[in-house]
Nanobody, 120 residues
Framework: QVQLVESGGGSVQPGGSLRLSCAASGFTLGAYAVGWFRQAPGKEREGVLCISSSRTVTYLANSVTGRFTISIDNAKNTLYLQMNSLKPEDTAVYYC?????????????WGQGTQVTVSS
């Protein structure tokens, strides 16, 4: 049974950092394209970052380039999203997801989400 469980969200001031984690079970993260998307209140879902099975990273949101990074710990089968220089516009619920095929395609599984709030 495929499961994705996010953690690490919280409240932070502008300019701060957070690291989100996504523990996967039922499949091996490294064998799939996996990534993060977010959804802010009243806004559409937005892809953030994706890493393919060949470890190619795709930035899906230009606004996070240079501030967010994605990584996988194979031993823990856990996906991470390191977020630095956070801005109020980064406030959203963040979800990790497994893609059906590649980073430009659809998801087939995602987690329950973790709230990130950036505010002074």
């Amino acid at each position: 049974q495929v499961q994705l469980v996010e953690s690490g969200g919280g409240s932070v001031q502008p300019g701060g950092s957070l690291r989100l984690s996504c523990a996967a079970s039922g499949f091996t993260l490294g064998a799939y394209a996996v990534g993060w998307f977010r959804q802010a209140p009243g806004k559409e879902r937005e892809g953030v970052l994706c890493i393919s099975s060949s470890r190619t990273v795709t930035y899906l949101a230009n606004s996070v380039t240079g501030r967010f990074t994605i990584s996988i710990d194979n031993a823990k089968n856990t996906l991470y999203l390191q977020m630095n220089s956070l801005k109020p516009e980064d406030t959203a619920v963040y979800y990790c997801a497994r893609y059906r095929s590649n980073c430009l395609g659809a998801y087939d599984y995602w987690g329950q989400g973790t709230q990130v709030t950036v505010s002074s």
